[in-house]
């Protein structure tokens, strides 16, 4: 069992930064965020496998965001700018225990998940 324990979330301004963090209690491969905002569906943010060579994103953020990992301290990150209002959602940390160089955008994929942080982004 691994725990996830995301941090970072707040209120921020259009065009303003966030840095999330996700610590895991124990050893992970692909890890992910994902968001859902009110009456929406979980989407896909990005993910970074556990060499952190390779990453993937969604259009929606690609440019804006990036993801990493460090893994001597099990640690995932999401640095945010340019922030926009429909970046507002409960931002999820998911993580994957099988031992693939993949890094997928279903949720189905993913075996853990934290408990969420909220980001809210002001026009």
């Known amino acids: 069992q691994v725990q996830l324990v995301e941090s970072g979330g707040g209120l921020v301004q259009a065009g303003g930064s966030l840095r999330l963090s996700c610590a895991a209690s124990g050893r992970t491969f692909t890890m992910g965020w994902f968001r859902q905002a009110p009456g929406k569906e979980r989407d896909f943010v990005a993910a970074?496998?556990?060499?952190?060579?390779?990453?993937t994103y969604a259009d929606s953020v690609k440019g804006r965001f990036i993801i990493s990992r460090d893994n001597a301290k099990i640690t995932v990150y999401l640095r945010m700018d340019s922030l926009k209002p429909d970046d507002t959602a409960v931002y999820y940390c998911a993580a994957s225990l099988l031992p693939m160089e993949a890094a997928p955008r279903t949720v189905s994929y993913y075996k853990y998940w934290g408990q969420g942080t909220q980001v809210t982004v002001s026009s």
């Open positions: 970074i496998t556990s060499s952190g060579e390779i990453t």
